[in-house]
């Protein structure tokens, strides 16, 4: 059975950090190209982040390039996302999925299998 679970979200302050994990198992997680998507209040899903399962491609959405970075740990079936300066507009529930989400490749992230997701909050 598939699983993913999310955790380290929180609240922080614009301009803070926060690493998010994602445990994954049920799955040959090695051979899997992974993504993190989010979901703002009231608004829909929208990716964020991709890795190929071997990590050697790596692809941002405009809003989080230059602050966030994604990667994977294939021994502990684990993926990340660090986040850096983090803006009041990065505020949402953050969800780790399986397969590449990012436009073009014709997945959408409503439809790929998530985790139960990790709020995230930036405000003073």
């Known amino acids: 059975q598939v699983h993913l679970v999310e955790s380290g979200g929180g609240l922080v302050q614009p301009g803070g950090s926060l690493k998010l994990s994602c445990a994954a198992s049920?799955?040959?997680?090695?051979?899997?190209?992974m993504s993190w998507v989010r979901q703002a209040p009231g608004k829909g899903l929208e990716w964020v982040s991709d890795?190929?399962?071997?990590?050697?491609?790596?692809y941002y959405a405009d809003s989080v390039k230059g602050r966030f970075t994604i990667s994977r740990d294939n021994d502990v079936n684990t993926l990340y996302l660090q986040m850096d300066s983090l803006k009041p507009e990065d505020t949402a529930v953050y969800y780790c999925?399986?397969?590449?989400?990012?436009?073009?490749?014709?997945?959408?992230?409503?439809?790929?299998?998530r985790g139960q997701g990790t709020q995230v909050t930036v405000s003073t």
């Open positions: 890795i190929s399962s071997r990590s050697s491609f790596r």
């Open positions: 049920g799955f040959t997680f090695e051979r899997e190209a």
């Open positions: 999925a399986k397969g590449a989400l990012r436009p073009g490749t014709g997945a959408n992230p409503a439809d790929a299998f």
